[in-house]
């Protein structure tokens, strides 16, 4: 059974910097594309990054690009999002799910994301940014 498990989230002042991390068990990750979601309370859970399967290529949300790194380290079955000047918009819990399906194309600005597709979703780590 694909599972995801995300860890890293805090605390954090505005401008302040964050990782946060998203280990898979049951499978191996580097056969899928995955994303990072996060959900604001009372807000519908967005997408805001994803990385390739194939070349490690990624798409950012523009309200993240810029500020927002994702990667992947196969040898530890394990995506990152590493989270720099962060704003207190940037609150929510974040997840990371996996395109269970392959039809996202991950490249950069001609990134085709389908965040329907993404699924076996963690419990969520909380990010809170304020002073």
């Known amino acids: 059974q694909l599972q995801l498990v995300e860890s890293g989230g805090g605390l954090v002042q505005p401008g302040g910097s964050l990782r946060l991390s998203c280990a898979a068990s049951?499978?191996?990750?580097?056969?899928?594309?995955i994303g990072w979601f996060r959900q604001a309370p009372g807000k519908e859970r967005e997408g805001v990054s994803c990385i390739s399967s194939s070349d490690g290529s990624t798409y950012y949300a523009d309200s993240v690009k810029g500020r927002f790194t994702i990667s992947r380290d196969n040898a530890k079955n394990t995506v990152y999002l590493q989270m720099n000047s962060l704003k207190p918009e940037d609150t929510a819990v974040y997840y990371c799910?996996?395109?269970?399906?392959?039809?996202?194309?991950?490249?950069?600005?001609?990134?085709?994301?389908?965040?329907?597709?993404?699924?076996?979703w963690g419990q969520g780590t909380q990010v809170t940014v304020s002073s």
């Open positions: 799910a996996a395109d269970r399906t392959g039809r996202t194309v991950v490249a950069g600005s001609l990134s085709y994301v389908v965040w329907a597709d993404f699924g076996s």
């Open positions: 049951g499978f191996t990750l580097d056969y899928y594309a």
